[in-house]
């Protein structure tokens, strides 16, 4: 079975703080996301990759920055924590271009900031 | 810019009752269209999707019809049960987008299923 895995689904970190929020895939995809959940807005992309070292930013990266050092694994960064960073992080990954493909999510990191 | 607009939730129904969510696109191109699901606690997960006008995506009773026309992507189910209670997501994929790779979703639609 296809797994996005990522690595807390629960944390808690103070302002100004460094977070690091890391997203395993087991795929063999070329291509990861990073979107950001918070109600009433829907899904908004931070980053994406397609390909191992190669990142492109999404409609909302300020704040944020990632690395993709392996193609299994994307990571992201906060540099400095906000409390307006508190959210729910989703990653995911496919193969092809989403025209036809299928994007699969892990289950979510919460991360509040206090 | 493309974007997807889907109808404010919470919609609540009654188990058996018929289900309609609202989704509307604007794109430029001919981009593929999807819903996904979320239930409580888990990442979100493809229902259903469809990749050019007129096709009918369809998966565990829920039915779509991508409808150039009207720019519309109309998630129906003809009897909802209390374990379809989620949140619903229609999203298009992104072909303005350098790498083809990204969706851009809607705000999601909350339905409640009660017995």
């Known amino acids: 079975d296809v797994k996005v895995t990522q690595s807390s689904r629960y944390l808690v970190k103070r302002t100004g703080e460094k977070v690091f929020l890391e997203c395993v895939q087991d795929m063999d995809h070329e291509n990861m996301f990073w979107y950001r959940q918070d109600p009433g807005l829907g899904l908004r992309l931070i980053y994406f990759s397609y390909d191992v070292k190669m990142k492109e930013k999404g409609d909302i990266p300020e704040g944020y920055s990632v690395s993709r050092e392996k193609k299994e694994r994307f990571s992201l960064i906060l540099e400095s924590a906000s409390t307006n960073q508190t959210s729910m992080y989703l990653c995911?990954?496919?193969?092809?271009?989403?025209?036809?493909?299928?994007?699969?999510f892990g289950e979510g990191s919460r991360l509040t900031v206090l | 810019g493309n974007s997807v607009t889907q109808m404010e939730g919470p919609v609540t129904l009654s188990e058996e009752a018929f289900l309609t969510i609202n989704c509307t696109y604007t794109a430029t191109g001919y981009p593929s269209l999807f819903w996904y699901v979320q239930y409580p606690g888990e990442g979100l997960q493809l229902l259903l999707k469809?990749?050019?006008?007129?096709d009918k995506g369809s998966n565990k009773g829920f039915e779509a019809t991508y409808r150039k026309e009207t720019t519309s992507f109309h998630l129906e189910k003809g009897s909802v049960q209390v374990s379809d209670s989620a949140v619903y997501f229609c999203a298009l994929s992104d072909l303005a987008n350098q790498a083809g790779t990204a969706l851009i979703f809607g705000k999601g639609t909350t339905l409640s299923v009660s017995s």
């Open positions: 469809a990749t050019k006008a007129d």
């Open positions: 995911a990954s496919t193969k092809d271009r989403v025209r036809t493909g299928e994007l699969f």
